[in-house]
């Protein structure tokens, strides 16, 4: 499994000779180093409808034909939109081609905000679990720290973690340092942070509150080989 980050919460795995990409938020997002008309992945999966997070979506997934899995009305909703879509729910996994996907809890609001200023309802928000070649790979979403971390942690080796730390809409610093103990994942990278005002912080400092696990700072681009 080769993982890359892409900034903010934008997350590659290349498995199976498939490319999944979680939260493909683009357009608007000063961080990645990614362009929306070469992005052609097999498949894209989505924490919630946040627009920073749903992003792309929409046009990468009519372009390269990409399966969507989505929480259960985010997905209804895209399906809407005419992409090929698969719902699922908090607690729930499924065996996918390019590995196994699992929705775990997280702690945060979800809805889509249109152009013309109606929020969309778009069920609850969630992490992700993903197992293929016989590593996990966590990807917490939005959220704040809950205890029932520790329960993720222990039903599950995570190898890396990808975890939120700007604070104000997400966990910050100290808490996302926090959550690394109840979660025990091998190896953690930060996200979340820099891409607004009110989400700069400093991950080197994120690193130096995590003292009992192993924390790497990923550049948008940076790739990892597990
Ligand atoms: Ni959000
Ligand atoms: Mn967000």
Same mark, same amino acid.
Do not use: C
């Given at each position: ?9 934008? @997350?590659? @795995? ?12 683009? %357009? ?18 989505? %924490? ?13 997934? $009519? ?15 895209? +399906? ?21 996907? $699992?929705? %775990? $809890? ?27 070649? +016989? ?17 993720? +942690? $222990?039903? *599950? ?26 979660? %025990? ?8 942070? *820099?891409?607004?005002?009110?989400? @700069? ?19 948008? +681009? ?5």
């Amino acid at each position: 499994m080769k993982v890359s980050y892409h900034g903010h919460s934008i @997350v590659k @795995v290349k498995t199976n000779n498939q490319v999944i990409l979680i939260d493909p938020f683009i %357009t608007g997002n000063e961080l990645t180093d990614l362009v929306v008309a070469d992005e052609k992945p097999d498949v894209i999966l989505l %924490t919630h409808g946040h627009n920073d997070h749903v992003g792309d979506t929409i046009e990468i997934a $009519k372009a390269s034909g990409a399966l969507v899995v989505a929480p259960n009305e985010l997905a209804i909703w895209l +399906g809407w939109q005419g992409l090929t879509t698969h719902g699922m729910n908090i607690g729930g996994a499924y065996e996918f081609d390019f590995g196994t996907v $699992k929705y %775990t $809890k997280a702690f945060h609001s979800s809805s889509y905000t249109t152009e013309d200023e109606q929020l969309i309802y778009m069920g609850m928000p969630a992490g992700i679990l993903l197992t293929a070649e +016989g590593k996990t790979m966590y990807h917490a979403g939005d959220t704040s720290l809950f205890g029932d971390m520790e329960l993720i +942690g $222990k039903r *599950n080796k995570i190898d890396i973690a990808f975890l939120p730390i700007g604070d104000n809409f997400t966990m910050g610093l100290e808490d996302a340092a926090y959550a690394v103990e109840l979660l %025990t994942p091998k190896l953690t990278v930060p996200v979340h942070y *820099n891409t607004f005002p009110a989400i @700069v912080t400093d991950p080197e400092v994120f690193k130096k509150l995590v003292t009992t696990h192993e924390v790497e700072i990923m550049k948008p +681009g940076d790739s990892i080989e597990l």
